[in-house]
Nanobody
Framework: QVQLVESGGGLVQPGGSLRLSCAASGFTFSSYSMSWYRQAPGKERELVAVISRTGGSTNYADSVKGRFTISRDNAKNTVYLQMNSLKPEETAMYYC??????????WGQGTQVTVSS
């Protein structure tokens, strides 16, 4: 059974940091690219960051470049999102996704991040 379980969300003050984790099981993690998305209330889900199967390539939304870092540990079947200098407008549900083009997409259930003073 495929599972993606996000954790690490919570309440943080503006300018603060959080590290999200997404633990995967039920599929060959190292064969899949991984990504983080977020969705704020009333808004569409947007791509935040992507990392390749080996971790050798990453891409970010312009809005988070220089502040967020995506990484993965294939030995632990886990992908991370380090978020620094968080802004109130980044309050959202954050989701991880595993994808293998032409084969499958798997989504986690999300973890809530609230940036507020």
């Amino acid at each position: 059974q495929v599972q993606l379980v996000e954790s690490g969300g919570g309440l943080v003050q503006p300018g603060g940091s959080l590290r999200l984790s997404c633990a995967a099981s039920g599929f060959t993690f190292s064969s899949y690219s991984m990504s983080w998305y977020r969705q704020a209330p009333g808004k569409e889900r947007e791509l935040v960051a992507v990392i390749s199967r080996t971790g050798g390539s990453t891409n970010y939304a312009d809005s988070v470049k220089g502040r967020f870092t995506i990484s993965r540990d294939n030995a632990k079947n886990t992908v991370y999102l380090q978020m620094n200098s968080l802004k109130p407008e980044e309050t959202a549900m954050y989701y991880c996704k595993a994808f293998l083009v032409g084969v499958a997409n798997y989504w986690g259930q999300g973890t809530q991040v609230t940036v507020s003073s």
